[in-house]
């Protein structure tokens, strides 16, 4: 091996010294220097993976969400498997609800749509109903001392930085897309499904691949302030620090009294109406009943609204579907169940005992502002809404 002269050395250092003073992003990728073969170019145009979409085949980011075609599917399977009107989605993407989808092609969705409840209603009812007195009545015991919530999972965080969004103008081309952005085409294509001539058309929404993002500098480390040591002569001791309480006052304790049990034995208001339950919210049936495929009713009122118990009972089951979304089932006489499902700020406990009108949670804020309504009788649902009337 050829030793390394000191003048090597030297210029070396004097050409890091060099590049360190220019303006712009430093390329650590240094062949460009040999030969006159230099990779600069694609070292710094090198894109990230698209991120992996759910089990429905959806990305989600802060400000949209698209959707991921798997092999067979058109439009309208898309639009069944995300739970969106197939004609919506197609327009918005100016296709139509038949037109078949490469595997991988990315389809964006008009509106932001939510994961499905992957709870079986039907199962807790059926728990709450074993467990309650055959007779019907209500049962009252000793309730052991109430254990911390869990912390609830957090919500699904957005697939990495989101890319720019780009809707496609009528003659632009793949190739004129990526040198816009200046990303790769191949790039641009394998983010976005493109077929191997790399077709796009008029109205389509295409995500721009993200760079790869350089690596953090390193911050310099903290500077530790030792505080001085005093000295003593022998003989003398060390001094004793001086605690904070002998220089601050303690802070005043309030302790509140406890308030008292609520009282379980008040009938329900005398306001009520004449019909078998009331309205758990103050608002609109958009989704009405339907055996099979829809088993309650969904009521839509303003966001934060209070969903009161339809009848007086007691509160026989609290769970929880696949997003964290509370669902409440409330045991009535003669083995009648009511179900609320989509709230949240829930204000009751399991084994409670409630009264018709009394607030248990609230509706749930933005889009999702109602409340799913099922009533069952054992473990069959039933039209809740001649209970209503």
Not at 80 to 96: D, T, Y
Request: charged share 20%.
């Amino acid at each position: 091996m050829r030793a390394v002269s000191k003048s090597a050395v030297a210029a070396g250092v004097a050409s890091l010294a060099f590049l360190a003073g220019c303006e712009g992003p430093l390329d650590y990728d240094l062949r460009g220097n040999v030969g006159g073969f230099s990779t600069a170019d694609a070292a710094q145009a090198a894109t990230a993976n698209r991120p992996a979409p759910d089990a429905r085949g959806v990305i989600t980011y802060p400000n949209y969400q698209v959707a991921v075609a798997r092999r067979g599917d058109t439009v309208g399977d898309v639009a069944a498997r995300i739970g969106l009107p197939a004609e919506e989605v197609a327009r918005f993407n100016g296709l139509q609800a038949a037109d078949q989808l490469r595997d991988g092609e990315v389809i964006a969705l008009p509106r932001t749509v939510s994961a499905a409840s992957s709870v079986d209603i039907a199962t807790i009812a059926g728990t709450a109903i074993d467990e309650a007195p055959a007779d019907g009545s209500v049962r009252t015991a000793t309730l052991a001392p109430a254990q911390p919530a869990a912390a609830p999972a957090p919500a699904p965080a957005p697939a990495g930085p989101e890319p720019i969004r780009h809707k496609v103008k009528r003659g632009e081309t793949a190739y004129t897309i990526a040198r816009l952005y200046s990303v790769p085409v191949d790039a641009l294509a394998e983010w976005n499904g493109l077929g191997s001539d790399f077709t796009v058309r008029e109205g389509q929404f295409l995500l721009i691949p993200i760079k790869n993002q350089p690596a953090p500098r390193q911050e310099a480390a903290a500077v530790t302030t030792v505080p001085a040591t005093t000295i003593t002569q022998p003989g003398q001791g060390s001094p004793t620090p001086t605690p904070p309480s002998a220089t601050q006052p303690l802070p005043d304790e309030v302790i509140k009294p406890a308030e008292p049990a609520p009282d379980v034995t008040a009938e329900a208001p005398t306001t009520q109406s004449n019909s078998a339950l009331g309205m758990p919210v103050t608002g609109t049936i958009i989704r009405t009943y339907k055996k099979g495929s829809n088993e309650g009713i969904d009521i839509a009122a303003a966001p934060g609204s209070p969903v009161n118990a339809a009848a007086a009972g007691t509160v026989a089951a609290i769970t929880a579907d696949a997003d964290q979304v509370p669902i409440i089932v409330v045991k009535h006489n003669s083995d009648l169940l009511t179900v609320y499902a989509n709230v949240e700020n829930i204000t009751v406990k399991k084994g409670a005992r409630v009264k018709r009108g009394q607030k248990i949670a609230s509706l749930r804020g933005g889009d999702n502002a109602y409340v799913h309504f099922e009533v069952r009788k054992g473990f069959e649902s039933v039209d809740p809404e001649p209970y209503l009337r």
